[in-house]
């Protein structure tokens, strides 16, 4: 096998497999990850939207399970394999290499669904960068504190609320019953949202005496 990927038939995968050891040759002196710092795919899917079925392919296939370098890494290395295996059983089999673009689109065929299937996996064991962001629709349902001016109906005030990670975040708000004004310090239940803008209501309690 090893003469056949010096030969014509199987030159398409010892390029792939040249590739592959280039990639991992530059990963080792570090040029890798900066070559590859903007190719990273995130695939998200959303069975709302209409790249839905788009997303669905790209993950069945791998494509941002692991990172974009590894995941071609694979893909290159079970093309190059499989191709010259192909050729190697092919010649053995019929006397004669068969045209090398005839076997690459068959080991093509083969490698990508390949690819996925060794890609998964390997996704969930690799470590992941945990984020903590959110949708700030999350902070509908929190506490939140009136900390710059007077709300009233038509005229917010800027309030801070911490989301579930503990994190602060800094809204503008506004009463949710018009007959409502929330003063500074005051504590306020988030109902509902109106694109940048929040509703509140009263907790109930920030007039009453404190015990304390």
């Known amino acids: 096998m090893f003469d056949l990927a010096l030969q ?16 991992a040759l530059l990963q080792v002196i570090g040029l890798g990850d900066m070559l590859g710092a903007d190719t990273d795919v995130d695939v998200d899917v959303d069975v709302d939207g209409d790249m839905g079925v788009d997303a669905g392919l790209l993950s069945l296939l791998g494509i941002g399970r692991v990172p974009f370098m590894m995941w071609l890494m694979i893909l290159l290395s079970l093309f190059g394999v499989i191709g010259l295996a192909g050729q190697h059983f092919l010649e053995a089999l019929t006397g004669a290499a068969w045209s090398p673009w005839l076997v690459s689109a068959g080991s093509a065929f083969v490698s990508l669904p390949a690819t996925g299937a060794i890609s998964r996996p390997l996704g969930r064991m690799l ?6 962001a959110i949708n700030v629709s999350a902070l509908v349902g929190r506490e939140a504190e009136v900390v710059i001016g007077t709300a009233s109906a038509g005229n917010p005030a800027r309030a801070k609320v911490t989301d579930h990670f503990g994190q602060t975040h800094y809204v503008m708000l506004e009463p949710d019953n018009a007959d409502q004004r929330f003063v500074q310090s005051e504590k306020v239940l988030i109902v509902r949202r109106e694109g940048e803008l929040f509703k509140a209501i009263a907790r109930g309690d920030h007039y009453l ?4």
């Open 8 to 23: 014509p038939e199987g030159l398409p995968f010892s390029v792939a497999l040249a590739v592959v050891a280039l990639l």
């Open 127 to 132: 470590p992941k960068d945990e984020t903590t």
């Open 209 to 212: 005496p404190r015990l304390d």
